[in-house]
């Protein structure tokens, strides 16, 4: 798998943020049930449709243990296999909250997010900004159709294709945030043509 990249818009003279790297999320994999052990599963990152990035996750009883090729600089496959360590914190209507403890040397942070690179890490190691630090008008809609996206479980991306109802989703909130998402999808795409109008391209041209 990749490193940088796997933001859908064109970028230019930006500090990198967040936006800008594959992630995973362990909020995301505890409501999908991934966090119990044993368990083996593998999980990708897909571009319209297709799978572009993938890695295998082992989970065990105190970390999750990441397998997977990661290309380098050099455009050489590097094999990555070793471990993420979890905790937890207590909530205060009761239960537990999941955590990754950051892999990187002297930084054992407890974070929700690792991002992709080298190895996976929190935006701290990667010194990412958050993009509505940096955010242009048409990231600020992309960011609202993709918090939307994370909340129907579907990839991220507005040009990735929708996904289906959520399961346990009442039909009436599902239309309602889809018809939210296509007007954020909708809008930023519009933005996005008006900022590359004044260079002769479109948004067709980056996709």
């Not at 297709?50 to 455009?75: D, G, P």
């Amino acid at each position: 798998m990749g490193g940088t990249g796997s933001g859908w818009y064109w970028r230019y003279d930006k500090k990198e943020t967040t936006a800008d790297y594959r992630c995973i999320d362990i909020r995301q994999w505890q409501r999908k049930g991934l966090l119990s052990h044993p368990l083996s599963f593998n999980w990708h990152w897909s571009c319209k449709g297709k799978i572009i990035a993938s890695i295998n996750v082992r989970s065990e009883s105190n970390s999750l243990i990441l397998n997977y090729y990661h290309q380098s600089e050099a455009n050489d496959w590097d094999a990555k296999k070793y471990p993420i360590l979890l905790t937890t914190t207590p909530c205060h209507f009761g239960g537990s909250r999941p955590w990754f403890i950051c892999p990187t040397s002297n930084c054992n942070r407890r974070v929700a997010i690792l991002y992709s690179g080298d190895i996976f890490a929190c935006r701290h190691c990667y010194q990412l900004a958050y993009p509505s630090q940096s955010e242009t008008p048409y990231d600020r809609t992309a960011r609202r159709a993709n918090k939307i996206r994370d909340k129907l479980d579907w990839d991220p991306g507005i040009l990735n294709r929708k996904g289906l109802k959520p399961k346990g989703m009442h039909w009436k909130t599902f239309k309602a945030l889809t018809f939210q998402h296509d007007a954020f999808a909708s809008q930023t795409i519009t933005l996005m043509n008006e900022r590359l109008k004044g260079s002769g391209k479109s948004l067709d041209d980056w996709t």
